[in-house]
């Protein structure tokens, strides 16, 4: 599953500005429990770079306003069309959603963010 | 910055429970008095997981995250940093904020022969105000 969105606001975690459900993908057919997210990239062009780019995951944006949530390693002071990037693989509940935050100075400006995932079972999981 | 270290014998492997990567930050490293507890977050800034010495090498590393041990089991509402398998060490930046009260937990299983091994993680625990306009 890969995801994009463009905005031309500031992503702040909610619907359409940063907000990844994984749950969208779960259906009756699989019963797997984690999302493998194998990457999370976001791009400000036009000029300007981000100043902070966070990504936080948990099962609401409130779980992660309350500090219940997991927070990525984060990138700060990206120059234009640099990306902000989580590479390495993280396996979360199906249930738990995506959130990224990212902030610029001089905005707006279009954001890209690409979000690559699947679902698998844990014991696929094992395997990696 | 504080260390979480376990050393395993030969023959044991790491399976998530008390002394066999089973990372315990509360007990490690206990909330000063005042503190609400319900804030204290950790970061864990890295881990390094390998035999003391020699060329054997471990399968199935996982470093997994969660308020259990049955969290991070299937169907658990945990989390999971997939690690690496067929490894003689495995070091990695790790860089994440959990959630309070959570527990870390390593699984490694020796891939040949048997072999003393070694986790070291580096952490943080931290108190986060609320995020604007979040719950508290």
């Known amino acids: ?128 | 910055m504080p260390q979480i270290t376990q050393t395993l014998a030969a023959g044991v492997n790491f399976d998530g429970t008390a002394g066999n990567g089973l990372i315990d930050f509360p007990a490690a490293s206990p909330t000063k008095a005042g503190d609400d507890t319900q804030r204290v977050n950790v970061i864990t800034a890295s881990i390094a997981i390998g035999q003391v010495s020699g060329n054997a090498r471990l399968r199935d590393v996982v470093i997994a995250f969660g308020p259990s041990l049955d969290a991070v089991k299937d169907d658990g509402n945990g989390y999971l940093f997939v690690a690496d398998s067929d490894v003689h060490q495995f070091v990695v930046p790790l860089g994440l904020v959990l959630p309070p009260h959570w527990l870390g937990f390593v699984f490694a299983t020796e891939a040949s022969g048997t072999f003393i091994k070694t986790m070291v993680l580096d952490y943080n625990r931290v108190t986060l105000a609320p995020v604007a306009g979040g719950t508290t």
């Open chain 1, 1 to 128: 599953m890969t995801l994009e969105v463009q905005t031309n606001t500031v992503m702040d975690g909610t619907a359409g500005k940063g907000f990844f459900d994984f749950s969208t993908v779960v259906n009756a057919s699989n019963l797997e429990r984690r999302v493998l997210l194998t990457n999370v990239a976001v791009n400000i062009d036009d000029g300007v770079g981000f100043s902070t780019c966070l990504f936080a995951m948990a099962a609401s944006l409130a779980d992660v306003a309350d500090r219940k949530g997991i927070a990525l390693p984060f990138q700060t002071s990206g120059s234009s069309n640099e990306w902000a990037t989580v590479s390495r693989l993280h396996l979360v509940p199906t249930a738990w959603s995506l959130f990224i935050f990212c902030t610029y100075a001089g905005g707006p400006f279009d954001v890209h963010a690409v979000v690559g995932s699947r679902i698998v079972t844990e014991r696929h999981a094992r395997a990696f």
